[in-house]
């Protein structure tokens, strides 16, 4: 399949204004301009002067896990009640029925990163999909993509609600300090069954299981926190246990962006369609992922669907830019930079020759509000 005669954003090249991209084996094959475009067939596809670029990358949503429409019957996106469910995967939660998937391609994004809510302090693993597949198992890109865990106001309001702990900032964090903690110690237990067969290894926990590959900095921690004191306790426990971890939402990044510029810690902001509709938004704007970014704050941009539609991510990236983003660190936001923090840059994210044939051609620019989306290829397959 050869898409051409149209502008192309590699995103880990220089921009072409006019080029084409050749897909084989569901695999991007080449990228180049015009005048090296091998001679077009009946089957391939003219850009027709539009522009050609990465599947878009959600890197932190709730697809699937809160069905459209239906109510508490599909609303399977937090077990609020245990604060401690490391164990859950998303992979058994998500419905790719759900018509907010063909939404979701319809709007150019071809992967996501969707798991649990955050009503627990570890709420469970997350899981990087593609957007078509009946068969959730047919989809996955990674599994587990990150284990979300949660601070701030959202594990209060839950376990106050039930007159359990945690109903403070201290207990959410002692949760997931003791936690991490047991999860270190189960894993040097482990380890030493492994190197001496005289040594028992200790019963098996699930729970920490789970939290083993954390622990061991194999699987990405994505810590939800909205004010800057919550974002600061993520960075402490990060520092702590040493952990691989990205901060979710991140809604007052913009207050400490130096410091976490220091920390070297990207941030997934968003949604930001959407009101101040409890106090740790109080200091939402549009302009955080503008400040974050000019600070050297690396950033993806997120819908949090269902909080915004799935397929108005590029709706979020073009409001970024009128708050002053740099246009191509928006784009980058839902494409490169969003497979990056999402660690799964391997497969997505950029036009680059053996990534994933995932391909969006829009009718002008993807920021524009009215470009339209002509087409949209997953894995060399035309499904928009």
């Given at each position: 399949?050869?898409?051409?005669?149209?502008?192309?954003?590699?995103?880990?090249?220089?921009?072409?204004?006019?080029?084409?991209?050749?897909?084989?084996?569901?695999?991007?094959?080449?990228?180049?301009?015009?005048?090296?475009?091998?001679?077009?067939?009946?089957?391939?596809?003219?850009?027709?002067?539009?522009?050609?670029?990465?599947?878009?990358?959600?890197?932190?949503?709730?697809?699937?896990?809160?069905?459209?429409?239906?109510?508490?019957?599909?609303?399977?996106?937090?077990?609020?009640?245990?604060?401690?469910?490391?164990?859950?995967?998303?992979?058994?939660?998500?419905?790719?029925?759900?018509?907010?998937?063909?939404?979701?391609?319809?709007?150019?994004?071809?992967?996501?990163?969707?798991?649990?809510?955050?009503?627990?302090?570890?709420?469970?693993?997350?899981?990087?999909?593609?957007?078509?597949?009946?068969?959730?198992?047919?989809?996955?890109?990674?599994?587990?993509?990150?284990?979300?865990?949660?601070?701030?106001?959202?594990?209060?309001?839950v376990y106050n609600d039930r007159k359990e702990t945690p109903i403070t900032r201290m207990a959410t964090a002692?949760?997931?300090?003791?936690?991490?903690?047991?999860?270190?110690?189960?894993?040097?237990?482990?380890?030493?069954?492994?190197?001496?067969?005289?040594?028992?290894?200790?019963?098996?926990?699930?729970?920490?299981?789970?939290?083993?590959?954390?622990?061991?900095?194999?699987?990405?921690?994505?810590?939800?926190?909205?004010?800057?004191?919550?974002?600061?306790?993520?960075?402490?426990?990060?520092?702590?246990?040493?952990?691989?971890?990205?901060?979710?939402?991140?809604?007052?990044?913009?207050?400490?962006?130096?410091?976490?510029?220091?920390?070297?810690?990207?941030?997934?902001?968003?949604?930001?369609?959407?009101?101040?509709?409890?106090?740790?938004?109080?200091?939402?704007?549009?302009?955080?992922?503008?400040?974050?970014?000019?600070?050297?704050?690396?950033?993806?941009?997120?819908?949090?669907?269902?909080?915004?539609?799935?397929?108005?991510?590029?709706?979020?990236?073009?409001?970024?830019?009128?708050?002053?983003?740099?246009?191509?660190?928006?784009?980058?936001?839902?494409?490169?930079?969003?497979?990056?923090?999402?660690?799964?840059?391997?497969?997505?994210?950029?036009?680059?020759?053996?990534?994933?044939?995932?391909?969006?051609?829009?009718?002008?620019?993807?920021?524009?509000?009215?470009?339209?989306?002509?087409?949209?290829?997953?894995?060399?397959?035309?499904?928009?």
């Open positions: 399949m050869l898409i051409y005669n149209g502008t192309v954003h590699p995103m880990d090249a220089p921009l072409l204004p006019l080029g084409f991209v050749r897909l084989e084996g569901g695999k991007v094959a080449e990228v180049g301009p015009m005048d090296r475009c091998p001679a077009p067939g009946p089957d391939d596809l003219d850009a027709a002067g539009g522009h050609i670029l990465p599947g878009f990358v959600d890197a932190h949503c709730h697809l699937g896990m809160f069905g459209n429409a239906v109510g508490f019957e599909a609303d399977d996106g937090n077990e609020a009640t245990d604060p401690c469910t490391p164990h859950l995967r998303a992979l058994d939660a998500v419905n790719p029925q759900d018509r907010c998937f063909e939404e979701a391609r319809q709007g150019g994004v071809t992967t996501v990163l969707t798991g649990p809510g955050s009503a627990n302090p570890i709420a469970g693993q997350f899981v990087a999909l593609k957007t078509n597949g009946r068969w959730v198992d047919e989809a996955v890109v990674k599994a587990p993509a990150a284990m979300k865990f949660a601070l701030g106001e959202n594990p209060k309001s002692a949760i997931i300090r003791e936690n991490l903690a047991k999860a270190q110690e189960y894993q040097d237990k482990n380890a030493k069954a492994d190197e001496d067969p005289d040594t028992d290894a200790p019963d098996l926990d699930v729970r920490l299981e789970a939290l083993m590959p954390v622990v061991m900095h194999t699987l990405p921690a994505h810590f939800h926190a909205h004010r800057a004191d919550d974002i600061a306790t993520a960075v402490r426990i990060a520092r702590e246990f040493g952990l691989n971890y990205v901060i979710v939402h991140g809604t007052e990044g913009h207050l400490v962006a130096d410091l976490l510029a220091k920390e070297g810690v990207g941030v997934i902001t968003g949604p930001c369609l959407g009101d101040r509709s409890k106090p740790e938004l109080a200091n939402m704007t549009l302009e955080n992922p503008a400040l974050l970014a000019k600070a050297g704050v690396k950033i993806a941009i997120c819908t949090d669907h269902p909080e915004t539609p799935i397929q108005y991510l590029p709706l979020c990236a073009a409001m970024a830019v009128k708050a002053g983003l740099d246009e191509e660190t928006a784009l980058a936001a839902i494409t490169s930079t969003a497979a990056e923090l999402g660690g799964i840059d391997h497969r997505v994210g950029s036009l680059t020759p053996g990534k994933d044939a995932d391909v969006v051609v829009t009718s002008g620019h993807p920021l524009d509000w009215k470009s339209r989306v002509e087409a949209v290829f997953i894995n060399g397959n035309r499904v928009v």
